[in-house]
């Protein structure tokens, strides 16, 4: 199979599949961070390097492209991806503004597919809290909070700059958002929020922490919260949880483990199945062999419930979905 | 010291004192829930005993009273004592209405005094986190988050009766709201929340769950989750969790003890002297000894506070304070 990539940011998940069998592959410049691109493609040991995703896609014809643009972009780069017919598996946020999720709806017909990077779905904690809910473990859903924080370290500049970072409710609240309506198996329905950015003056227009509630489908409220302030002591980079109490259980991912107390105590939980790793789950999914986890209509209607969502914030405002 | 108690809901902290030295005490019935009075009254060994709270506060004379009446009727009770010149400590919330709060607005003028019990404030590992952010080592506030979670168990019927039980948010979220304000030494200036009841629908007007988000001063966030989900197979009744990510580092109350993480790893922290066990403190802040923890014009605007995240959360709309 012939794999193209574009950008050097986010995760390029479809990069794991290179060790699985005898792929082709070629790396692409996203035109907002050259450098980084060509990085990642150097650092893979890639020879197939193109400055421009256009040039790749018209002489390289990969069957699958895996983007990861500067975030503000990554709706761009799709775009010209559906347009040739390409399914396309991108980094969130696949659409930073309006104007791009519109794009990307005109061009998602027939048979296009358009997968979102939602590795939480694809992780055994998740999967597990996931697992337990549908089994009715916990019983109807009430309250679901999450939790996303990470190191800040050095980041690049186009973080403070709304257009190319989209802003932190899309870049990391969206995987706490993602989870809880994977886990619950409930949708939002209504959202407000508010954001702000206290620590990190230098990154003018980027939220060093962002908030969101809503009430989901059933009458249970989600909360949501996100920062960058991990201290550089911390044990691990990411500290991510979510807990979910419901009507019978609380279940809780945190620290990589999954537990539930029930009326008969306390106890790690674990997947029904193991998870397929998350490449080849995205690649299923963008060849439409596997649609359970991660799928277009999914992707196109998250995408839209993520700028609901920073709109809330944005205007500290209520937003019916 | 002649101590009057009045309901048999709440805590009543000041009956710490009465192991202390050498107290006249003297209970009352709230005339909402008479019974519960007389058993709390029962089980010290109390013998003077009065049906109505007005015959004591008139025949016994107390210094200072005790209330924890049913939780919407605290304000009625405050103000028979407060009319009498008489210092309250009380169970939160002092004031479930506005015409309550405007009533006891009114009588708190002059050396008046009124103080809420918000024992959060004397517990280690509250009082641990406070120091640590008044020392300085986690920096800037950004993000506090605190959740309250309580078995539910039994709980009497008016718990489902709003005049009578008041809101979750103003029984239960009002720990996490004051500890909040308490810990980062930031107000609260603009709230909106929302609250449901899924599993509890026998309890008609009671909330299972609610939630608020705020602007503290300063630019950052706050959000409290409060739920009466916790499974009777927990190991403990509730299960109360402060998180503060700061600056420079994130503090966390969890099972009891607070740790920090910062530059330079994470560590269990402590307070900078043990605190005075809550009934002393309360006494103490009642007397006009030692306002620094509890205090009448503190009672009054967090009452004020408690009744804007209640009605934010009711209307689903933000609500400047």
């Keep these: 199979m012939k794999i193209g990539f574009i950008g050097g940011h986010g995760h390029h998940y479809l990069t794991e599949i290179l060790r699985d069998g005898d792929h082709d592959a070629a790396w692409a410049g996203d035109a907002h961070?050259?450098?980084?691109?060509?990085?990642?493609?150097?650092?893979?040991?890639?020879?197939?390097w193109y400055d421009d995703a256009r040039s790749m896609l018209e002489r390289f014809r990969p069957d699958v492209v895996n983007i990861g643009a500067v975030y503000g972009y990554n709706g761009d780069a799709i775009a010209e991806v559906l347009e040739r017919g390409i399914p396309v598996v991108s980094d969130k946020p696949v659409a930073a503004t309006e104007a791009q999720l519109e794009r990307l709806r005109r061009l998602v017909t027939g048979d296009a597919r358009l997968i979102t990077e939602f590795p939480f779905r694809s992780r055994p904690p998740f999967r597990a809290a996931h697992d337990a809910v549908l089994a009715g473990r916990v019983g109807?859903?009430?309250?679901?909070t999450a939790q996303k924080s990470y190191r800040f370290n050095a980041r690049p500049a186009w973080f403070g700059d709304r257009a190319a970072y989209g802003g932190t409710m899309l870049w990391v609240a969206s995987h706490a958002i993602d989870a809880i309506e994977y886990v619950t198996g409930r949708r939002f329905i209504r959202v407000t929020g508010r954001g702000g950015n206290v620590a990190k003056p230098e990154y003018?227009?980027?939220?060093?922490?962002c908030?969101?509630?809503?009430?989901l489908e059933g009458g249970a409220t989600a909360v949501v919260h996100a920062d960058y302030l991990r201290?550089?002591?911390?044990?691990?980079?990411?500290?991510?949880?979510?807990?979910?109490?419901?009507?019978?259980?609380?279940?809780?991912?945190?620290?990589?483990?999954?537990?539930?107390?029930?009326?008969?105590?306390?106890?790690?939980?674990?997947?029904?199945?193991?998870?397929?790793?998350?490449?080849?789950?995205?690649?299923?999914?963008?060849?439409g062999h596997d649609t359970s986890l991660y799928g277009t209509e999914r992707s196109l209607r998250t995408a839209a419930l993520l700028l609901a969502c920073r709109r809330a914030a944005d205007d500290e405002t209520w937003v019916q979905l």
């Design 211 to 215: 908030v969101l509630i809503g009430e």
């Design 33 to 48: 961070d050259n450098d980084a691109a060509r990085a990642k493609c150097d650092r893979l040991g890639l020879t197939a």
């Design 231 to 287: 201290p550089s002591g911390a044990e691990t980079h990411g500290d991510d949880r979510l807990r979910l109490a419901g009507s019978t259980g609380v279940l809780e991912v945190r620290d990589g483990a999954c537990s539930l107390i029930d009326i008969s105590g306390n106890s790690v939980i674990h997947p029904a199945a193991t998870p397929v790793p998350v490449g080849r789950a995205l690649l299923a999914a963008a060849l």
């Design 204 to 209: 003018a227009e980027m939220e060093d922490h």
């Design 140 to 144: 109807d859903p009430v309250l679901a």
